[in-house]
């Protein structure tokens, strides 16, 4: 009988010992949606960077657009502590996160009162550390794993993410200038720098695309996704870039970079559903 007993001992121990260490942890899927909600709250903070500096540089109609995206940005808030909680995510991440929520909040409620260029830059240091973040939460639940499935949330976060940003750097920095009318000395640099990021992250894209097929995109929309990235560069560069005396409308140019993203955006959530179906 002690026999018997033991046996059995030796059998459950360890299957108790493994359900303990699965609860401990979410599963690829629910840290799939982690990876999508902070892309989320990345694409808000953009567009709350953009319509700010628009208007803070002249643009009067960008600041009803301001208030709308933070409220956005609120209910972004919501649905990733929702994710990080679903996901069981390390406390480390968790306290990171929340970190820079509320700087966010602090940097909305004083960002009027600031010069338009540091907070500018403000904006852009915290989308940075979501984007690093994002890639940390990957690497701890993915890099171990299937080099494919790894390979393409890391293009999520890695390739994607980044053509989102320096095209939204582009239309937040470029709206204002429009809205001046005049581009400063100092921003010539930063805007082709945004061009050239955008140009090297494009061709990533697209030379990943080339590689792994996407089930819900055609090639004849990836390329008209690619042409319109590339149109609005060529934009910028013959019309705002250096110039003294700017025609375009500051609205007409921010709703182009808005329309550029939203094509990155689709390839983003292609990409994202294909993964999901393998996991």
């Keep these: 009988m002690k026999r018997v007993l033991m046996v059995l001992l030796l059998t459950v121990v360890p299957m108790m010992g493994f359900s303990l260490f699965e609860s401990d942890k979410g599963s690829d899927k629910e840290y799939l949606h982690l990876v999508s909600s902070v892309k989320d709250v990345v694409v808000s903070t953009q567009k709350t960077r953009g319509l700010t500096n628009s208007f803070m540089n002249g643009n009067v109609t960008a600041q009803l657009l301001v208030f709308g995206q933070r409220e956005q940005m609120l209910k972004d808030f919501e649905r990733i502590q929702k994710a990080l909680k679903e996901a069981k995510t390390p406390e480390a991440y968790v306290q990171e996160a929340d970190a820079l929520m509320k700087q966010l909040k602090v940097l909305n409620k004083k960002a009027f009162k600031r010069d338009s260029a540091e907070v500018f830059a403000d904006y852009t240091s915290v989308i940075e550390a979501w984007i690093a973040l994002n890639g940390k939460i990957i690497d701890s639940q993915f890099k171990s794993g ?39 000395p100092e921003e010539t640099p930063k805007m082709q720098r945004f061009v050239s990021n955008i140009e090297m992250y494009r061709i990533k894209m697209k030379a990943y695309l080339q590689k792994h097929a996407l089930q819900t995109l055609s090639k004849a929309e990836l390329a008209e996704i690619n042409q319109k990235i590339a149109d609005y560069t060529t934009l910028t560069q013959e019309e705002v870039i250096g110039r003294e005396e700017i025609t375009l409308d500051a609205n007409k140019f921010f709703d182009q970079g808005t329309a550029c993203i939203g094509g990155v955006l689709r390839v983003y959530s292609a990409l994202e559903s294909d993964i999901m179906k393998k996991l």
């Design 146 to 184: 299937d080099e494919e499935i790894y390979l393409a949330v890391s293009t999520l976060n890695n390739t994607l993410l980044p053509l989102t940003e320096n095209i939204g750097k582009l239309r937040g920095m470029g709206s204002g200038i429009v809205a001046r009318h005049v581009c400063q």
